[in-house]
């Protein structure tokens, strides 16, 4: 069961937070994730909107925009054999990133020019960075999922994920140029970011699944895929 504070008591606390642009959350934003932020589990627009006083269709523009900036992630309602399920929100575990696009694009450039196998050189680095990620992960309880786990880690790197219950859309991508650019550099890095923060997570249930990187899987859109291991 959704556990909905009053939403007047989620506008009280620090300053609101900003978009990835750099832009002061409106009080109406603020009061939507704050309410996300404090449910123990996820949580459907309709519940927010009780909480809030806020109408389900602004609540839901608030929502993709905050997606949009890292905030929040959302994935499908178990089915209940009555229409497309509902998505249920929930806070990432960290704030939106701060990209360094300019510096990504840079260092790949030098890896595609000067490695002899530019992919291997990218997805090593990728698994130390996702090791880093890894160890800075705490135990849970219940203990976290891969799918969490990964959802949490993109949404942080500003990928905008969506969970639909088969795969992980990627909406955006922060090193969008690079990546254009050097391709198999960029995507070697994720795929090395993916294997080393599972690799590292701490307890998780459900066990370590492989994950498949599909860049540029549809419009506007890459695709994570897990499947079990072995």
């Known amino acids: 069961m959704e556990n909905i504070g009053t939403g007047p008591a989620a506008q009280n606390g620090p300053p609101p937070r900003r978009s990835a642009a750099g832009r002061r959350h409106s009080s109406a934003r603020e009061q939507v994730l ?20 806020l109408h389900e269709n602004t609540v839901r523009g608030h929502l993709d925009q905050l997606l949009a900036d890292g905030h929040v992630t ?3 309602a178990a ?32 890896i595609a020019r000067t490695s002899p196998d530019p992919a291997a050189t990218a997805h090593e680095a990728g698994r130390g960075w996702g090791a880093q990620l ?3 992960l705490p135990e849970t309880a219940p203990p976290a999922t891969a799918r969490d786990v990964v959802t949490d880690a993109m949404a942080a790197q500003g990928f905008a994920p969506e969970d639909d219950g088969e795969q992980i859309v990627l ?31 701490p307890g998780l249930d459900g066990g370590r699944p492989e994950v498949e990187l599909l860049p540029f899987a549809a419009p506007g859109q890459c695709q994570l895929r897990l499947r079990d291991a072995g």
């Open 34 to 53: 704050r309410t996300v932020e404090a449910q123990r589990s996820p949580v459907s627009v309709a519940a927010i909107g009780r909480a809030t006083g």
């Open 74 to 76: 959302r994935a499908r």
């Open 79 to 110: 089915a209940d054999g009555r229409g497309r399920p509902a998505w249920l929100w929930r806070p990432t575990r960290y704030g939106p990133a701060s990209p360094y696009a300019a510096l990504a694009g840079v260092l790949a450039g030098t």
């Open 134 to 136: 890894a160890a800075d």
């Open 171 to 201: 909406h955006r991508c922060p090193l969008l140029e690079a990546a254009s650019r050097h391709t198999e550099v960029v995507c070697s890095v994720h795929r090395g970011l993916l294997a080393g923060l599972l690799e590292g997570a």
